[in-house]
């Protein structure tokens, strides 16, 4: 096998794609109901997927863009919530979030734990439409 080929990227079909979408999904709502913190890159690694494939299969694939933004919300939603009880370091969480989802960092006068306030506020609207999600599959 060449280099060229031994590297290049697997194309999915749709119905793969949709399996890695039903898959995705089952994957967040088992960590919600066990309120355990997951990273996308763990699921990639059980599903034999590599993380730079995302953009490309979101782009063609209306459910896994779904599943990938909806396993985004909760990432941002359980990183947000740690933050905030502390089952995370605030400065972290606040990095992290500000980082990876755009939040945005504290004022001169406030404090790490009142920036993750002020921007989960905003937030929580959005969380209680995910936990409904959950719920409801």
Known sequence: MTEEKKWRPKKYSDERLSEL??????????????NEMG???EWCFDNDFNTRYFKRY???SAEFNDA????????EYRIAKGGMDKSFDSRFAQFYLSS??????????????????SEFGRFLIHQETLRNKIIED
Do not use: H, M
């Not at 990938?68 to 990432?75: M, R, T």
């Not at 990876?100 to 306030?117: C, L, M, Q, S, Y």
């Open 21 to 34: 979408a039903v898959s995705l999904k089952k994957w967040v709502k088992e960590k919600y109901r066990k």
């Open 39 to 41: 990273y996308l890159a």
């Open 58 to 60: 979101c782009e063609i």
């Open 68 to 75: 990938y933004e909806f396993a985004k919300d909760w990432q």
């Open 100 to 117: 990876k989802f755009g939040w945005n960092p504290k004022g001169e006068n406030e404090t790490v734990a009142d920036a993750i306030k």
